[in-house]
């Protein structure tokens, strides 16, 4: 599998300069959760899971964001399949989704709230979501009904 070879020095040196983070779209959503004066941790290690991390954390309520790009983790609305090394891609790119599903799933185990999004989706929207579930979260910990 990995074997394969970029289908030219083009789409290898393009495929290279892809960020996977501090993308646009987090930045975005991040200034507007610390203009609201909400303050987070930016590539928070997920806990127990090697290598995993959450782009945007609220620790001490346990409220994760994730904002994935659209090529990357398959929006139903952007996402394209390479036709170059096609074979590759679909598996690489289904790797990451079920990557993507353990993730989830781990950190509702372990208590949190997860908040996933795709990077077109409007910040402002998104930053409203995130607040909005991080004061909930903060209301059940006053309460002391969080699990």
């Given at each position: 599998m990995n074997?394969?070879?970029?289908?030219?020095?083009?789409?290898?040196?393009?495929?290279?300069?892809q960020v996977s983070k501090d993308t646009a779209a987090e930045l975005a959503v991040r200034r507007l959760l610390h203009?609201?004066?909400?303050?987070?941790?930016?590539e928070y290690p997920v806990p127990r899971m090697v290598r995993r991390r959450i782009d945007v954390?609220?620790?001490?309520?346990?409220?994760?964001?994730?904002?994935d790009g659209c090529f990357w983790h398959g929006c139903p609305e952007h996402a394209t399949q390479p036709k170059?090394?096609?074979?590759?891609?679909?598996n690489k790119?289904?790797?990451?989704?079920?990557?993507?599903?353990?993730?989830?799933?781990?950190?509702?185990a372990e208590g949190w709230t997860v908040l996933r999004?795709?990077?077109?989706?409007?910040?402002?929207?998104?930053?409203?979501?995130?607040?909005a579930a991080v004061e909930q979260r903060r209301g059940?910990?006053?309460?002391g009904t969080r699990r």
């Open positions: 074997d394969l070879r970029p289908s030219s020095p083009g789409v290898s040196a393009r495929m290279s300069r203009a609201a004066g909400l303050r987070y941790r930016v954390a609220f620790p001490g309520v346990k409220v994760a964001v994730l904002i170059a090394n096609a074979e590759w891609w679909r790119l289904d790797r990451n989704m079920a990557r993507d599903r353990e993730t989830t799933e781990h950190l509702v999004f795709w990077e077109h989706e409007a910040p402002e929207a998104v930053a409203v979501q995130i607040a059940e910990r006053m309460r």
